[in-house]
């Protein structure tokens, strides 16, 4: 499995940008594919995943109404919209793919993820 993330950059504050995680070599019943981010000094932190087959959304409480997170299942692809940007969400972001055939519960900590992409830079200034 491979992850290319992208569309990171550097926006103002309010602002937008909107990431994209491409997929290849995705088993057919991976379960969920998420975003998290590593701030500068601090741990990997969740930040939005959906389920692959349902397509249902998860957010951290902190990005729940600015960011939207989707996939399409043809392009094998994952965005994440982020609108109203604050400098608290300036990290990397790395997308991550679970591939655990079904849970009862959405993953979030990192050691549920097996594959991850290389990250792309999120700056946002005030």
């Known amino acids: 499995v491979q992850l290319q993330a992208s569309g990171g950059g550097l926006v103002q504050a309010g602002g937008s940008l909107r990431l994209s995680c491409v997929a290849s070599?995705?088993?057919?019943?991976?379960?969920?594919v998420s975003w998290f981010r590593r701030a500068p000094g601090k741990e990997r932190q969740f930040v939005a995943g959906v389920t692959w087959s349902a397509g249902k959304g998860y957010y951290r409480d902190s990005a729940e109404g600015r960011f939207t997170i989707s996939r399409d299942g043809a392009k094998n692809t994952v965005l994440l919209q982020m609108d109203s940007l604050k400098p608290e969400d300036t990290a990397v972001y790395y997308c991550a793919v679970d591939r655990t055939a079904s849970r009862l519960y959405f993953p979030i900590r990192t050691s549920e993820y097996d594959y991850w992409g290389q990250g792309t830079q999120v700056t946002v200034s005030s």
């Open positions: 070599g995705l088993p057919s019943d991976h379960y969920a």
